[in-house]
């Protein structure tokens, strides 16, 4: 059974283009989350899909945008990159109820982007 | 202020040291705790949860405090291999399962 794959793993944009990251969830989940964490920091939260909606948002600029598929994969999008987006950013897949045992939620391996 | 706070790093500790880590949260709608464990340049992984009645296992030991809104991470007997970031991570059921993480904590286990 294959838990949450990203891709791609490396990229490198210059700024002002735009990217695209992908996230297939482990089998069985219907939620996704994305995070970006930059580095010497924690991941923060950028938003949530459920049956294709976003369901919450963290505190990020409309440049970022997402995409949930019938099949629960996802995708985020960033337009216009600076260079303060370079950072790991990471998918996690989980149910909507998850319990509380923190064994249903499951990282991806995540994307290094570099905006130089 | 920051939601979920952790004590600054690094921590730099010989082997077979004991090291706490600390981290408070400010939403006292904070619903399930958890600690993180994250090498370099990989994803965070789960290290264990964190219950009121505080739990253990092996070499870690993990205790919540909800009246101080406080958790707290204690290794024993430090390996090398415990070298790692610790984050503190605190879900609020209200902001449907969002995952708050603190900064992270950096730590060295020296020979």
């Known amino acids: 059974d294959a838990g949450v794959t990203q891709s791609p793993t490396h990229l490198i944009k210059t700024r002002g283009q735009q990217v695209t990251l992908r996230c297939s969830p482990k089998s069985g989940h219907d939620t996704v989350s994305w995070y970006q964490q930059a580095l010497g920091q924690g991941p923060q939260f950028i938003f949530q899909y459920y049956e294709e909606e976003e369901r919450q948002r963290g505190n990020f600029p409309d440049r970022f945008s997402g995409h949930q598929f019938p099949n629960y994969s996802s995708e985020l999008n960033v337009n216009a990159l600076l260079l303060g987006d370079s950072a790991l950013y990471l998918c996690v897949s989980s149910l909507l109820d998850m319990d509380s045992s923190g064994n249903t939620i499951y990282f991806g391996e995540g994307s290094w982007l570099t905006v130089v | 202020r920051k939601e979920v706070e952790q004590d600054p790093g690094p921590f730099n500790v010989p082997e077979g040291a004991t090291v706490a880590f600390n981290c408070t949260y400010s939403n006292s709608a904070s619903q399930s705790f958890f600690w993180y464990r994250q090498d370099c340049r990989k994803e965070p992984k789960l290290l264990m949860s964190?219950?009121?009645s505080g739990n253990e296992d092996g070499r870690f030991t993990a205790q919540l405090n909800r009246a101080s809104q406080y958790i707290s991470l204690l290794i024993r007997d430090s390996k090398l291999s415990d070298s790692a970031t610790y984050l503190c991570?605190?879900?609020?059921?209200?902001?449907?399962?969002?995952?708050?993480f603190g900064q992270g904590t950096e730590l060295s286990v020296k020979p």
């Open positions: 991570v605190v879900n609020v059921y209200n902001q449907g399962g969002k995952l708050i």
């Open positions: 964190v219950y009121s």
